[in-house]
């Protein structure tokens, strides 16, 4: 009985130490996957007056005084266009209209259905400069709480990107949200 009663505490023992040790193991060794930005749906952040979606279309790489980049910036008080010239961010116009919480959760939801939030997170791919020297790129970013939470891009002569949503769709709705968008793009060298 003596033996049968020291077995079973070493046996108990030696369970014990290796639960622990793959515990351990467990803890440590934990897979490191890519972990989700937003923790809710972008339409939740509708009421945040601090959230905002982005799109930057960034001309042709050409002489400075032929560059130019649109930017329509959306929040849920105000959709804000400007028309930048060069390579310095010189501001040459700029529009705003009017927004809605309303309005701002339905371009969210609308996003959402384009897969805005999808895309890679490679650092050697971070910057789209250099990128479609001929073309245009698509700079799409989500801030909230003036932190950037997600930042994609994409270009017009496919290839290389980072966007992996819905590019025309996304390029319509950000357009959509600017009255006379064509127009006032008409004559720039984009």
Aim: glycine share 6%.
């Amino acid at each position: 009985m003596f033996r049968s009663r020291h077995l079973r505490f070493i046996i108990g023992i030696s369970l014990a130490v290796i639960l622990v040790i793959v515990l351990f193991a467990l803890i440590v060794f934990q897979p490191s996957g890519p972990k989700a930005k937003i923790p809710l749906p972008m339409a939740s952040y509708a009421g945040n007056s601090s959230a905002q979606v982005a799109m930057l279309i960034d001309g042709p790489v050409n002489a400075v005084s032929l560059h130019n980049q649109v930017q329509v910036v959306v929040s849920n008080s105000a959709t804000t266009f400007n028309i930048f010239s060069g390579y310095d961010d010189n501001l040459v116009s700029t529009h705003s209209y009017p927004m809605s919480v309303a309005s701002f959760h339905v371009f969210l939801r609308s996003l959402e259905y384009a897969n805005f939030n999808s895309g890679s997170n490679n650092p050697a791919l971070s910057q789209a400069s250099g990128y479609c020297p001929t073309g245009d790129r698509y700079i799409f970013s989500f801030d909230v709480n003036n932190s950037q939470v997600e930042r994609y891009w994409a270009t017009n002569c496919g290839g290389t990107h980072t966007y992996d949503g819905n590019l025309n769709l996304t390029l319509t709705l950000f357009e959509a949200q600017v009255p006379n968008f064509q127009e006032m793009t008409n004559s720039l060298n984009l």
